[in-house]
């Protein structure tokens, strides 16, 4: 009677992939922008599936502290390739990393990334050779945690109350927390790893305050890592994820460092006490631009290796049957609505890969013209609009990406049902790691507003006449052909062409609206900040509009660029950018419809549209996403298995990390005394204490007493009636 | 120079709460409904404070393990009061408890709600008295666990796999898995609690199936606890959240029961095998219902939670200066964007609760008149019309409530920076623990079908000119006028009136937009199920918008009902309800402007009003998070400490939950090998072995040897020729 067979799920899987409508190897080296990196991810896939130090079937499991022994091996592990390979592989290593052990990315992205970044960014020639020769580059002999954030202060660093007071007398900084919410706090690597740290401080000379400068301040003795005189650190303990990250708090009183601790690119201080400050504000743009880029790749990345397991498992699900006399239930993956849940989230991923792929190119080209500026060179001020585009182009992916990344987990979860709530299947680790995405590197509201900044001073410009050249921005050029621009058919609605107009529009729109508001602030007497205040919802609207476009125009230049040929590859990544464009004008439809861009019935048509792309999608849905090209050692996930061999891994993967125990681990002690209880019965006490009858027996004595004195004072009124009668008489 | 004192958050707050401007009690009698259950839930929540059971400011860091145990004990604890309080009140204390703890509120509710459940309603009148007996309402000697689902069958009941085999001879009933597919999979409390288990299996008599019904099968030896013959149990082990249910899987092998151990209130099965079913279908409506119910007020009450933590950290916490003369940095609560971000989901909580309350009425009502109901009853048919509606409005309340509530956990964690991803201040556990109630009891994509199902069927009756005579449906009335409906003018749009009319003419289109797309499907000769499979996506939307106007329209009813005072609690309400409205209006803007109920100015008008809302409730904000009335124990969370001292508790917390160690867990064993390494140096080897001047060598041999070879071809050529010319001569 049953249908079910064990190895029904694989064959499924295998007819999904029969005939795949396009060149799955083409369409992943599209995905990964060359075969080259392709390669390279591949064999960064297979050095850690066969690397006992990167097994990680039983990583569910684990405690806090077994992870964070783990993820040192690791370190170790990576550290070995950091002296062996080009920083561009090692980088590519990484990015992989993220995806496959998101904890030691950060754990090690604090020492490289954050630590040694500082120092890059800060030192003068001879303090970075100092540094080297210390050991930085292989962890020899330390490893490096970043000072900033305090209990009582994150994003504000201007606002950090950490002291640093520089005594003449011995030529060093007194670094001192004044009081709890000036201790350091959230510091990776100080709970356990870190042997100094990047301190942000306050300067302070002669009792004069010159802001927030970096102090590379010891912590432990690399030796015996006992911490150092006046260091206190503790260990913050449990987290939403990354359990790899040993996060800390560090209190410092009245520690001593030599003077040339302090980074001294910018400003320094002299033997004698004499401070000398930049001519110009510091371009510390560049730093941040690299996290940025790093969280916009993994947002794809994630994004992708969710939906790897949510689609795979819709095709090799079966639930319910869509017909009575069909043999088998059908694929969940067949349900219009199950298609609406993920196909668009699969385009929308697609395109995040083009818009890394681009951020990168932009990060690598800004960095180049930072590099190469020379002071007085004629190119500064070009190589300075062009660093404050990259930069809020990047605040605004990095926002929204995140964002719309860790809903594409949750959603996976979700469309996986109940076995997307086990830990076997990925997802509870891979959404509590990705969360913080959204907070640090500059919360994603806050960098949000900072792109809706930009883009109203580009507005500003634009309607002064000044041309943008950014491809972000340039649809401002024409405005009022772009704000009077009305989609003229349904043909045109289902083009890259028509679509990409419709974004130009829209983001032309509420970049105007938030604009205006500025104004509007600014004409009522506030200040420049009270007005960007005053406009912060606008502001963020006109973010959200505008990075949506953005990313479809991304995808469609890359749709572009893919030569025309008969392998299916051009033709199906059209319709993916088509899909992705048109389900972002349906979810953003209000924009759409209030700027007149579209008519009701058109947005009828593009949803229509939307649904059918979704069914289309759903086709070749398996080869696409095997083309993603993310290992099953990545993924970690029975549910999610290259083969569709899933009940059967699931099954043996939940056996292998719980054990069926010999014996009970509680039963003597709680649930046979529970199940075993005498209840109270409460009628008992009352009969064995004879309560209610003596209850009775006092009231009836009072009654009984009260009966007597009212009949003896009755008694004494007679008496005293009669005396006064005798009296009387 | 720095204005950071210890206490400064305890004045902001207390500063906060000086004068509010309504009366805090009688608005949080208004939230719980009436004086009586605010003043049990605060008995509760004292009780559960005081109760070293109920310790909670270790939680964070208890492994799966502990967790476990410690569920157990709080399980002991609350049978207690099972046995010695009325049944309303134990209702109440659970919903609290859900609030606390919600593992221990599935793992308790498991046996009382799902086991115990099964037994109400499918059991005989004597075999109900049986399992009383055998002592199901005080666990004395049992435990109970629910086996419906199976590893390859969640949702679909009809196609469990499992069977129960009728066996005459023995008169008993043989359980079976029959494949790897079927076995029992996510049973809460199989791993370790449970003693029997209701078990969904497929009835087979004399070879033939009669569907899915229910058998109470043991489990475990109460005495011993060992597994029965049979029985394999293993632990599901990890999973996103509640880890303090102990879910098994079960496969049985063959296990015998007697024929009694079915529950035979519907179907009968006679000692001859003969199968007696039931001449109607099953009214197991109720049972959802009950489920649906205690999960909106779940929603709204850890809605109500993971706010009353963002809004008062909100209050305390300072970064930046808006000013910078001013002293100190300016509270995040005050930056209109913060505002944006908690404000409306403020509104949204308290609108949830009042929803909850309602459905509460309504799944009271609805049970009443089911259990009154009398075979032949004349309100037959009536009942069942509420029932189906009741039904539908839970399915839509269920869906969009729980989602609401986890984004409204998420955002609140994400409006708390960096230390909302510490796990001591609750979000972390709240959304992992909360995340599984938009899968479990329907999926909620599926459960926002039903309902949108049920409202193309009310539009059809409406159509036909059958009066909708419920409050929920009733818009559906006058068609022609509601679809038709426009906003007079911006003051309409801020009166609860105006606000209502809105919904109810959106609400109209979005079902009359699935309705036609239906009837559309069924014109083309599809069939009802496949009509209602491809416009899933419309009848979601449908769905969608409905429920929303159906929330907005209990709250205006609930301010409505307040009595007009000068407590300001009305008033307040009154802003708070047309907040929600607007807000909803805006975040689903596209319905109101293509159904033309607003024009593109109007809803210009709404935003600028929900920003002023936004402002406006800022001003009261402590005040009403405090009658949400959510005591420091249930937050567990420092940063949402009612007295404001967040810090020095946050500090504190973290410290007692991570001593300082008297030694590093694995310097000795990891770090000091990693730090301490030696750099394998690439050229040394190359200089010991020497092989760079072997490679010379060896090529000059080479060299060598070709030469000398092409030497003595030279010279055999020579002499070949000096012979032939020899030869020649």
Redesign the interface.
């Known amino acids: 009677?049953?249908s079910?067979?064990?190895s029904l799920t694989m064959d499924t899987m295998a007819k999904e992939r029969a005939n795949p409508p396009f060149d799955v190897r083409k369409m992943s080296i599209e995905h990964h922008g060359s075969e080259n990196d392709l390669v390279k991810k591949e064999k960064f896939m297979l050095e850690a599936s066969r690397d006992p130090v990167f097994y990680s079937a039983d990583i569910?499991?684990l405690?806090k502290?077994q992870i964070?022994?783990r993820t040192?091996?690791r370190?170790?592990r990576l550290?070995h390739y950091v002296?062996s390979e080009p920083v561009d592989d090692f980088q590519k290593r990484m990015e992989l990393m993220s995806l496959l052990d998101p904890g030691l990315w950060t754990r090690l992205g604090v020492h490289y990334g954050l630590f040694l970044g500082a120092i890059r960014s800060g030192a003068t020639p001879n303090q970075f050779s100092y540094w080297m020769e210390k050991?930085v580059i292989?962890?020899?002999?330390?490893?490096g945690c970043f000072g900033m954030?305090e209990?009582?202060?994150?994003?504000?660093v201007a606002?950090l109350?950490t002291t640093a007071h520089f005594d003449g007398t011995t030529d060093e900084f007194v670094i001192h927390t004044?009081?709890?919410?000036?201790?350091k706090?959230?510091i990776g690597g100080a709970a356990?790893?870190a042997?100094h740290c990047s301190v942000f401080a306050q300067l302070i000379v002669n009792g004069k305050?010159y802001g927030t400068k970096t102090f590379i301040v010891p912590l432990r003795d690399?030796k015996s890592?006992q911490l150092l005189p006046g260091i206190n650190?503790?260990?913050?303990?449990?987290?939403?994820?990354r359990d790899g990250i040993d996060n800390g708090?560090i209190q410092f009183t009245n520690v001593r460092i030599p003077r040339a601790y302090m980074l001294m690119k910018h400003t320094q201080v002299t033997r004698d006490g004499e401070v000398r400050e930049p001519p110009l504000q510091q371009l510390t743009y560049g730093a941040l631009l690299q996290g940025r880029t790093a969280m916009v790749a993994d947002a794809a990345n994630t994004a992708k290796k969710a939906l790897t397991i949510s689609v795979r498992y819709a095709a090799a699900?079966?639930?319910?049957?869509?017909d009575a006399k069909a043999e088998l239930?059908t694929q969940i993956i067949d349900?219009?609505?199950h298609q609406?849940?993920l196909m668009p989230l699969v385009a929308q991923a697609v395109a995040f890969g083009y818009t890394s792929l681009e951020l990168q190119r932009l990060y690598e080209e800004t960095s180049q013209a930072l590099e190469s500026l020379e002071p007085g060179d004629p190119s500064l001020d070009a190589t300075i609009e062009k660093l404050k585009e990259t930069h809020s182009t990047s605040a605004g992916l990095k926002a929204f990406c995140t964002w719309a990344t860790?809903e594409t987990i949750?959603r996976s979860?979700?469309a996986c049902?109940?076995h997307?709530?086990?830990?076997?299947n990925a997802?509870?680790n891979m959404?509590?790691d990705f969360?913080?995405h959204?907070?640090?590197e500059g919360?994603?509201?806050i960098l949000a507003?900072q792109s809706g900044r930009f883009l109203i001073s580009a507005f500003q410009d634009a309607l002064d006449g000044k041309k943008q050249v950014s491809q972000g921005t340039m649809y401002m050029n024409d405005l009022d052909k772009v704000l009077s621009a009305k989609c003229e058919s349904n043909e045109a609605l289902d083009t890259l062409d028509g679509i990409d107009r419709g974004w130009a529009t829209v983001a032309a729109h509420a970049v105007k609206k938030a604009s205006e508001d500025y104004q509007a602030c600014l004409k009522k007497g506030r200040s420049r900040?009270?007005a960007f205040?005053?406009c912060?919802?606008v502001r963020?609207v006109a973010a959200s509009v505008h990075t949506a476009g953005y990313i479809f125009r991304q995808f469609r230049s890359a749709v572009e660029r893919v030569e025309k040929s008969d392998d299916g590859v051009r033709e199906h990544l059209e319709l993916l950018a088509k899909f992705y464009g048109l389900w972002q004008l349906e979810e953003k439809?209000?924009f759409f419809?209030?700027s007149g861009f579209v008519t009701?019935e058109q947005?009828d048509f593009a949803?229509a549209k939307v649904?059918e792309y979704c069914a289309k999608t759903r086709t070749f849905a398996i080869p696409l996403i095997d083309s993603f090209a993310i290992s099953d050692h990545v993924l970690n996930s029975p549910i999610g298995r290259y083969d569709g061999d899933i009940?059967?891994e699931?099954?043996r993967m939940?056996?292998r990390?719980?054990p069926?125990l010999k014996e009970?681990?509680?039963?003597e002690r709680?649930?046979?005394?529970?199940?075993?209880?005498q209840?109270p019965d409460q009628e008992d006490f009352d009969e064995a204490i004879g309560i209610d009858d003596e209850i009775e027996e006092i009231k009836q004595d009072r009654e009984e007493a009260e009966a007597e004195a009212k009949a003896a004072a009755e008694d004494a009124k007679e008496d005293a009636k009669e005396a006064a009668d005798e009296g009387k008489k």
Chains 1, 2 share one sequence.
């Open positions: 009677m049953s079910w067979t064990d569910y499991d405690t502290e964070r022994e040192m091996q370190i170790q550290a002296t050991g292989a962890c020899q002999g330390m490893f954030t209990l009582a202060h994150g994003s504000n606002g109350e004044p009081n709890l919410g000036a201790t706090w959230w356990q790893t042997t305050r690399p890592f650190i503790g260990d913050i303990g449990k987290k939403m994820g708090y699900r079966r639930q319910f049957k869509s239930e349900y219009p609505i609406r849940r860790l949750d979860r979700q049902g109940g997307g709530y086990s830990s076997y997802f509870a959404y509590s969360a913080v959204c907070t640090w919360d994603n509201t507003l900040e009270q205040e005053d912060s919802q963020f439809a209000a419809l209030r009701p947005l949803s649904t009940y059967r699931y099954f939940v056996r990390n719980n069926q009970h681990p509680y039963f709680l649930i046979r005394p529970f199940i075993e209880r209840l």
